[in-house]
T-cell receptor, first 114, second 112 residues
Framework: EAGVTQSPTHLIKTRGQQATLRCSPISGHTSVYWYQQALGLGLQFLLWYDEGEERNRGNFPPRFSGRQFPNYSSELNVNALELEDSALYLC?????????????FGPGTRLTVT | QQQVKQSPQSLIVQKGGISIINCAYENTAFDYFPWYQQFPGKGPALLIAIRPDVSEKKEGRFTISFNKSAKQFSLHIMDSQPGDSATYFCAASSGSARQLTFGSGTQLTVLP
């Protein structure tokens, strides 16, 4: 069974640009979560999508947005990039029947803003 | 606002020793307390989880101890091995908020 995949692996942008990150969940998983992992800060919850709808968002500004497609894949968009947006962005998926803590993570996209 | 505090930030243990990582939480609405393990270049992977009505859960060399009155929980890795070297995250799950809140992570190094 293929795991969660994310693309691209690395992304370099300049301040003010937009970044788009993509995630494909495990087959059969309907929920997708996005997290930001900045150095020394652990994982900060960004967004949760389930069945194509945004179900919850963390304490991040509106320039962080995303969507979930009918095949349950998801993309995260970050507009007006700032230097402090440099981080590892992790996507996780979860089966509908699984508890909320049972999330399967992809390897992440390393975003660097210069 | 950090709702789950994790310590230590880094930990070095000799092979065969016991690794202990501690976490404390504030929100009594948390209903599950999982631990995740992350190797370099990989995403975190669920290791073990415990409910607040259980004081201890053991899976192989990994044990979670839970103290509800103190609002603390810890991960013990018995007979630590170099292959256990990774970053460990504690977390708390809130059924009502339907999200995970993570601690800041502990980088464990097990020396051969």
């Amino acid at each position: 069974e293929a795991g969660v995949t994310q693309s691209p692996t690395h992304l370099i942008k300049t301040r003010g640009q937009q970044a788009t990150l993509r995630c494909s969940p495990i087959s059969g998983h309907t929920s997708v979560y996005w997290y930001q992992q900045a150095l020394g800060l652990g994982l900060q919850f960004l967004l949760w999508y389930d069945e194509g709808e945004e179900r919850n968002r963390g304490n991040f500004p509106p320039r962080f947005s995303g969507r979930q497609f009918p095949n349950y894949s998801s993309e995260l968009n970050v507009n007006a990039l700032e230097l402090e947006d440099s981080a590892l962005y992790l996507c996780a998926s979860r089966s509908r029947r699984a508890p909320y803590y049972e999330q399967y993570f992809g390897p992440g996209t390393r975003l660097t803003v210069t | 606002q950090q709702q789950v505090k994790q310590s230590p930030q880094s930990l070095i243990v000799q092979k065969g020793g016991i690794s202990i990582i501690n976490c404390a939480y504030e929100n009594t609405a948390f209903d599950y307390f999982p631990w995740y393990q992350q190797f370099p270049g990989k995403g975190p992977a669920l290791l073990i989880a415990i409910r607040p009505d259980v004081s201890e859960k053991k899976e192989g060399r990994f044990t979670i101890s839970f103290n509800k009155s103190a609002k603390q929980f810890s991960l013990h890795i018995m007979d630590s091995q170099p292959g256990d070297s990774a970053t460990y995250f504690c977390a708390a799950s809130s059924g009502s908020a339907r999200q995970l809140t993570f601690g800041s992570g502990t980088q464990l190094t097990v020396l051969p």
